[in-house]
Each structure stands twice: as structure tokens, then as C-alpha cells.
């Protein structure tokens, strides 16, 4: 079960809370048109799912209803720190291993 | 190999069952093999078994990391069934459940395979409309099943309330009287005690930690405990591990790895013949011949590989359960697990070639794997023997994320396990 930080809030909630919505940072292509399909079928469906070290998007469904993004571990479960949608990753390497 | 048979038994009796053969061997690796298997499951052990058996080709290994079918295999409701929607799915899980019909005799292993009948049970105007779809398309394709009333189905399951009055009344459900239910470990043993008599080598407590590779073709795997191993071909069916095992290789899947629960409570008299599920109210419940009442709850919506699952989760596939069998609310649960899916965009599997020449994969098979495990290893082995994908394989490529024709199964495998 997750305690999670809603960084939007500032609150501490438990996990029902908020919903998981799939691996974060996943950037659209730039140019849709101009794209091929390996690589729009690659945004669309391919993902790292690594075991360890992960940057998820989440929302806090039934509170501000706003996205933010949690960096935690799939095998420990710990979670290293939440942060909102515009900060940079650089920013927030802080509390566990990159 | 030694015969299992009412004779053996009786024989070994009178020696006080102390000279039972070992049920599979114990082998050192070789240095190279023709196909190498890594996971040690039940889809990894079959597709070994059709390999040696039915292809020729038993200079096999599997290379398991923990015990053999100690995964998901160990972990799954045990549930088999066969109604999917589309044709491609529905080929291969009814190939499947044939293959089931006959394997007790065909391994020599009792895999208490027990045909009692799988019901999806309908709670609204829309799920009904979509149960008479897929019930339609699936005597259209050869699967038996048929649309049952509220009567029909209290008479099935007297235990269940299918009355009116409920928040979420039962309105009808599809029932496939071919369905059933496993011994999920004996399929396991069963596959593995009959591949290791025709040859392959069953190589446990042994983590595979890359791939040795030229020119863009896999030609061996690196292990934890014996050191590299060659091979000409490679076959991985890592389940929850897919992502991982692809990533050694050097690319990406469209998989997702969540963990999914599963709860026995302690066992009771015989109340239920039958498998229930319920996709709208989310929850599925079966009978053990121990007793046991063995309900599977969903998927946790973030990615783990802890093999554990959340509370919340178990909290709704209880009200679940119990919004069906309100009769089971003082039932005390025994046991609670978890076990990591590999979970596709389009809820159906890969069974795929990949990037890596001559690496194949087998995986995605989500939340409902262990019914297609006959059928998955055995086109999985026709793949890995000929070297190009069985026709019933062939739809299940990695290439269908790239150009769109992806099977959508979140109907027949959404909730149904």
C-alpha cells in the first residue's frame, strides 16, 4: 500500500487516492505527419517497464485531480519522490538512486 | 521414464513407495544446444516437450532461475476456457483447450483437468448485447457455448443470488460447458517430467544474465551459475520478466508489468461446481476439490515486480464476490498472493521473432496465460523448430503495434483470468 505525496496538494494520501496512468516522460513526436509508423507504434505501445528505478505519471483522482509524476522502485516498492508535470527531471534525482 | 498407471502403484506399494524414480532429472548443462528455453514455467516446459516430441528436436535446455513452474504457473485461478471474441485469439485458445481434452494421457500425469463449465455472468443491457456477440462468434468459429437466463443460471450455481433485487442484478451470462478448471503445478511437473524423458535438460536455480551475440543473431545466453551456454536458437517465455530479459537483448516491447492477486479461503463443503466470472462486477470464483473457494481479484493499475499486490484491490474483488455470494461473507481467506503479468496493449499475447535474430519471444500473455499453456508451447516449438511462426502464431507478431492490427480481447480477458 502507498503513502503518496501529492505534489500539487502537499498532502500525504493513501494510495486509492490516485490512479496510475502509465510511464511518464513519453514525449509526442514533434511532427505526427512526418513520423513513421515503427516509431508512432513505438510511442504509442513500447515502453521500458524496467525492474528498478521508474518515473511514473499519476493522478490524484479523487483530490486535485491533477497529474504529477513519481519516481519510485518496482521491485522495493519505495518511493523516492513526487513531482509536478513542468519540473525538470534534473531537478528531482534527489532521494534515491538515479 | 516410468508409467504412472493403477499397477505401477499397486507394485510400488508393496516396496513402501520407496523406489519411485526421481520425476525428472537433474542435469549438468552442456556446452551448446540446438534451442534453448529460458523460463521454466508452464509455458517454457511445454514448448520444450512439443519440441522434443513432436519436431525432433531434444537437444533442449530450460533455463529456469528459481524451480521449475514456481511463477506464475504456482499463482494463476487455474481457470480454462476457450470463448474470445476474435478469430485469431479464439483459434488459439480452442487449439488449446483440445490439446487440454487429452493431456493427462498424453503427458502420463494427472493434470486434473475437470471440464465443470466456465459462466461470464452479464450485469447490464450492454454486457448482455456483448455476451450474445461473443457467444454468436464463438459457435460461428467452432467453441461450444451458449446464453443462459437468470433461471438457467440459478439452477447451475443455487449458491449465487440471482434475484432482481441487487444493486447489480444478474441478467444472463455465456457459458461454456467445455471450460474448467487445472492442476496448475501438475501441468507443470507433467510437462516437465515428460520433456526431461525424451532428452532435454531441465536446468533450475540458474539465472540467465544476457546474450552472447554476432552480427545482430543470438548465439548463447550468459547464466549466473554456468557460466555461457550456447545455443542456435533461443526462446524466452519470462512472463512478468519479458521486459527485462528483452532489455538484455537490447530492445523495448509493448508490455507492461503489474502485479495481479489471487486469495483461497480455508475449505469448505462442496457449494460450487462451477467457475463464475464476472467482468462488470470484477471478480471470479471457483471451487478447489480440496474445498477451497479460489477467487482471483484484478491487476493493480502501476507497475511491480513484487509480487505482491494492494489492499484496495483485494477490498474490491471481495465486495465483488460478495455482491454474488453473499452466503460467503463469515468465509475465512487462508492464503493471499501475487504474481507480475506481462500485460499487452490489445490483451492478447506475442508470440513473436524479434530484432535479435534468431531470439524468439513468447510473452504478453497477461492475465490469462495458464489456459493457453498446451497450445502456446506447442506453436511456440513448431516456431522455434521451422524457424518461421505457426500459422496460429503468426497474427500474435510484435509487428501488429507497428501497423495497427491489434486484437482487442479486453472483452474475453478484461476481468476473465
Known sequence: ?98 | MQPYSALSLFKHSLSHHKNWQQVWRNPKPKSHYDVIIVGGGGHGLATAYYLAKEFGVSNVAVIEKGYLGGGNTARNTTIVRSNYLWDESAHLYEHSLKLWEGLSQELNFNVMFSQRGVLNLGHSLQDMRDISRRVNANRLNGIDGEILDPQQIQEIVPAMNCTANRRYPVLGASWQPRGGVARHDAVAWGYARAASALGVDLIQQCQVTGFEMEDGAVTGVKTSTHGTIRSEKVGCVVAGNSSVVAAMAGFKLPIESHPLQAFVSEPIKPVLDTVVMSNHVHGYISQSDKGDIVIGAGIDGYNGYGQRGSYPTIEHAVSSILELFPNFSRVRMNRQWGGIVDTCPDACPIISKTPVENLYFNCGWGTGGFKATPGSGQVFAASLAKGEMHPLAKPFSMDRFYDGSLIDEHGAAGVAH
Not at chain 1, 4 to 13: A, G, K, M, V
Not at chain 1, 59 to 81: A, L, S, W
Open chain 1, 1 to 98: 500500500m502507498f503513502l503518496i505525496h501529492c505534489p500539487n496538494c502537499n498532502e500525504q494520501r493513501s494510495e486509492d487516492e490516485f490512479h496510475p496512468a502509465g510511464e511518464g516522460h513519453i514525449k509526442r513526436p514533434d511532427e505526427p505527419n512526418a513520423t513513421s509508423d515503427k516509431e508512432w507504434g513505438e510511442y504509442l505501445f513500447f515502453r521500458n517497464n524496467p525492474r528498478g528505478i521508474y518515473r511514473e505519471l499519476w493522478q490524484h483522482t479523487v483530490g486535485c485531480r491533477k497529474y504529477f509524476y513519481i519516481k519510485r522502485n518496482t521491485e522495493t516498492y519505495e518511493i523516492y519522490n513526487t513531482y509536478l508535470l513542468n519540473d525538470a527531471i534534473e531537478n528531482n534525482d534527489s532521494g534515491g538512486p538515479i
